[in-house]
């Protein structure tokens, strides 16, 4: 298990069957980027691109992706900034820390005009299986 220091864009339509590591996928299509665990336990990592999820600035060589990437589902609850490709550790949080940001995060998705959490997540699952196959 390696830890990766910088993810280099590829801009794709659909996400690849196999994701590599040190690759973050930016989807402009399904308005998505996907990239393996930064801290190199393999596992992928999607970040859906809206005002109330994520947004992405690309200078014309590296992408940074705001706000930061907080994997608390998985085992490794690995967390981190995307900064212009390079992968920037930030400090673990604790389980209340999680919680209230996960609150927040169902709050703002909630604002968003037309989309339900439930619905917009199942729509995004089923893009996402259709991608990989």
Not at 23 to 41: P, Q, R
Request: proline share 5%; hydrophobic share 35%.
């Amino acid at each position: 298990m390696t830890a990766v220091g910088f993810l280099r864009p590829q801009f794709v339509e659909s996400f690849p069957a196999a994701m590599e590591q040190e690759v973050l996928y930016v989807s402009i299509a399904y308005n998505t980027c996907g990239h393996l665990c930064c801290c190199g336990c393999g596992q992928e990592v999607i970040t859906p691109l809206s005002p109330a999820q994520w947004s992405f600035t690309y200078d014309g060589e590296n992408v940074s992706l705001t706000p930061s990437v907080g994997n608390w589902a998985l085992s490794c609850q690995s967390h981190y900034w995307i900064r212009k490709g390079k992968v920037q550790w930030s400090r673990r949080y604790s389980p209340d820390e999680v919680a209230e940001n996960r609150e927040r995060d169902r709050h703002k998705l909630a604002q968003q005009p037309g989309e339900t959490m439930g619905g917009r997540f199942t729509r995004m699952r089923r893009r996402l299986g259709a991608w990989r196959w």
